[in-house]
């Protein structure tokens, strides 16, 4: 189907209905993961963005130049609006997004506070905190949405998508912006959140929904028996890994850490999930900076360190220290449907060894993750979401970082991190990415399990859709316009 056909078949009256396992939490674009979820939307959009083919290209900025060690000139597209009309001009872009530097720590994880003054109205004056070789790379980093902050503290956007209504952890009703290009070819759209993977297939299967993002592999071969519905999977940068909470006592030993990376079978998890590939690191494989090997598993070594670690096999096969059962609690969340699917295996796998493993499906993810109240928290992350290695390691595996869930603290792996403030070129940032994942197998504040691959499924009317930038952009400005 031609893009132009595709456009026509989806264009009406009728919104297009949505469906996923995620919702904006909210829209303050400063706060949480809202920037993220917003761009993911299409309400808002960054400076910069990486497209469908994995470029790092110009989105509402038409360039940058860099002045000194600290300082860059940004230059904007003109002509940009708001979807109340406002101009996207440098004033606004840099007093919206100090506010989100003052409000969201997240945003200070590759350049620290930075700092913006209006030279001209499309012109942006950039002072970082720390060097930033690749101010593209951070302008894409998802905590920095664009956005026009209003009087009394709302925001509009200038993405294809302009919010209608909005009911928290439910429901978003979504119009054309207006002010965006092809609003008079481009249909609303109602995105729902469903509770987890199979009442999305359900919703799909009843033909309640258009677009279902997130499907569960299970259920793909049923669906795809439908000749009514087409079901498309995708290759995503998101890594499926388990964060160790470092701080725990039991776990603050490495060797027990490391047992329990070698412990686990990841091509076992791959068939539990019915795809994807072991992962090799932090990193999606057509990524250049992502590890060559599948992470091992070897359970006579785990079984070795464990017993180094003093956590001996009684007769009954359960380890204990000093009297001490060694049990670990394992999390997941049902917002990616494959980490549950994968929490039992990795119950099985663990326990084979001899550890206890209770395990919990959590819904408030990012504050039970942040309340350190776990021992293992399977997790689903984009670990390149701006084409560069740096952020993911930057923003949740460095000392104090905001995100640092496993508690993980290593001046020698902090010192890895210091040099991509002050290297350009890609094959040494891609060195540099390699050194630090090595960090990560001795330290193992993570573990990394698998390289997945998702599936969305279509309606007719959506039959023309192709699934690029994992979630980042699910709904965009061509789903319904006319080219």
């Given at each position: 189907?031609?893009?132009?056909?595709?456009?026509?078949?989806?264009?009406?009256?009728?919104?297009?209905?949505?469906?996923?396992?995620?919702?904006?939490?909210?829209?303050?674009?400063?706060?949480?993961?809202?920037?993220?979820?917003?761009?993911?939307?299409?309400?808002?959009?960054?400076?910069?963005?990486?497209?469908?083919?994995?470029?790092?290209?110009?989105?509402?900025?038409?360039?940058?130049?860099?002045?000194?060690?600290?300082?860059?000139?940004?230059?904007?597209?003109?002509?940009?609006?708001?979807?109340?009309?406002?101009?996207?001009?440098?004033?606004?872009?840099?007093?919206?997004?100090?506010?989100?530097?003052?409000?969201?720590?997240?945003?200070?994880?590759?350049?620290?506070?930075?700092?913006?003054?209006?030279?001209?109205?499309?012109?942006?004056?950039?002072?970082?905190?720390?060097?930033?070789?690749?101010?593209?790379?951070?302008?894409?980093?998802?905590?920095?949405?664009?956005?026009?902050?209003?009087?009394?503290?709302?925001?509009?956007?200038?993405?294809?998508?302009?919010?209608?209504?909005?009911?928290?952890?439910?429901?978003?009703?979504?119009?054309?912006?207006?002010?965006?290009?092809?609003?008079?070819?481009r249909s609303p759209v109602t995105l729902r959140k469903l509770a987890d993977g199979q009442s999305l297939a359900l919703a799909f299967e009843a033909g309640e929904l258009d677009l279902a993002f997130g499907l569960p592999s299970e259920v793909v071969g049923r669906l795809k028996a439908?000749?009514?519905?087409?079901?498309?999977?995708?290759?995503?940068?998101?890594?499926?890994?388990?964060?160790?909470?470092?701080?725990?006592?039991?776990?603050?030993?490495?060797?027990?850490?490391?047992?329990?990376?070698?412990?686990?079978?990841?091509?076992?998890?791959?068939?539990?999930?019915?795809?994807?590939?072991?992962?090799?690191?932090?990193?999606?494989?057509?990524?250049?900076?992502?590890?060559?090997?599948?992470?091992?598993?070897?359970?006579?070594?785990?079984?070795?360190?464990?017993?180094?670690?003093?956590?001996?096999?009684?007769?009954?096969?359960?380890?204990?220290?000093?009297?001490?059962?060694?049990?670990?609690?394992?999390?997941?969340?049902?917002?990616?449907?494959?980490?549950?699917?994968?929490?039992?295996?990795?119950?099985?796998?663990?326990?084979?060894?001899?550890?206890?493993?209770?395990?919990?499906?959590?819904?408030?993810?990012?504050?039970?993750?942040?309340?350190?109240?776990?021992?293992?928290?399977?997790?689903?992350?984009?670990?390149?979401?701006?084409?560069?290695?740096?952020?993911?390691?930057?923003?949740?595996?460095?000392?104090?970082?905001?995100?640092?869930?496993?508690?993980?603290?290593?001046?020698?792996?902090?010192?890895?991190?210091?040099?991509?403030?002050?290297?350009?070129?890609?094959?040494?940032?891609?060195?540099?990415?390699?050194?630090?994942?090595?960090?990560?197998?001795?330290?193992?504040?993570?573990?990394?399990?698998?390289?997945?691959?998702?599936?969305?499924?279509?309606?007719?009317?959506?039959?023309?859709?192709?699934?690029?930038?994992?979630?980042?952009?699910?709904?965009?400005?061509?789903?319904?316009?006319?080219?």
């Amino acid at each position: 189907m031609t893009l132009s056909t595709f456009a026509l078949t989806a264009h009406a009256t009728e919104p297009l209905r949505v469906g996923a396992s995620f919702i904006t939490s909210g829209l303050d674009p400063a706060k949480g993961s809202n920037g993220w979820a917003l761009v993911s939307h299409g309400i808002g959009e960054n400076l910069f963005t990486v497209d469908k083919n994995g470029v790092l290209t110009p989105e509402l900025a038409a360039g940058a130049e860099r002045v000194d060690e600290l300082t860059w000139i940004v230059r904007l597209k003109p002509g940009r609006q708001f979807s109340d009309g406002t101009p996207v001009t440098a004033e606004v872009v840099g007093t919206a997004l100090a506010h989100t530097f003052a409000s969201n720590k997240t945003a200070l994880a590759t350049g620290g506070m930075l700092n913006f003054a209006p030279v001209d109205e499309l012109t942006l004056k950039v002072t970082t905190e720390k060097p930033v070789p690749v101010i593209a790379a951070l302008f894409a980093e998802w905590p920095l949405i664009v956005y026009h902050l209003k009087a009394g503290g709302t925001a509009v956007f200038s993405g294809p998508y302009a919010v209608k209504a909005f009911q928290p952890d439910a429901e978003l009703d979504l119009v054309p912006n207006p002010t965006f290009a092809g609003a008079d070819t481009r249909s609303p759209v109602t995105l729902r959140k469903l509770a987890d993977g199979q009442s999305l297939a359900l919703a799909f299967e009843a033909g309640e929904l258009d677009l279902a993002f997130g499907l569960p592999s299970e259920v793909v071969g049923r669906l795809k028996a439908n000749p009514d519905l087409t079901v498309k999977s995708f290759p995503v940068g998101y890594q499926y890994m388990a964060f160790l909470n470092t701080k725990h006592p039991a776990l603050a030993d490495p060797k027990l850490r490391r047992a329990i990376d070698l412990a686990i079978d990841r091509s076992q998890l791959v068939i539990a999930i019915n795809g994807g590939s072991p992962a090799t690191g932090a990193y999606a494989p057509y990524f250049p900076f992502a590890g060559k090997t599948a992470r091992p598993t070897d359970v006579k070594a785990a079984a070795t360190l464990l017993d180094e670690a003093g956590w001996i096999a009684g007769a009954d096969g359960v380890r204990r220290k000093d009297g001490q059962v060694l049990t670990l609690s394992v999390l997941a969340y049902p917002q990616r449907p494959d980490l549950v699917t994968m929490l039992p295996v990795v119950k099985a796998q663990l326990a084979n060894l001899g550890i206890s493993v209770e395990t919990k499906i959590v819904e408030n993810v990012s504050e039970v993750a942040g309340s350190g109240e776990f021992d293992l928290f399977l997790w689903a992350q984009h670990t390149a979401p701006s084409g560069d290695p740096a952020f993911f390691l930057n923003s949740m595996l460095r000392s104090g970082a905001s995100l640092n869930y496993s508690g993980y603290a290593s001046p020698a792996f902090d010192a890895i991190l210091d040099q991509f403030s002050t290297e350009s070129d890609p094959a040494k940032r891609d060195e540099i990415a390699a050194s630090a994942q090595a960090k990560l197998f001795e330290d193992v504040p993570v573990t990394f399990l698998v390289s997945p691959v998702w599936y969305v499924g279509l309606s007719k009317r959506l039959s023309g859709y192709e699934p690029w930038g994992s979630d980042y952009h699910v709904l965009r400005g061509e789903m319904g316009e006319a080219n």
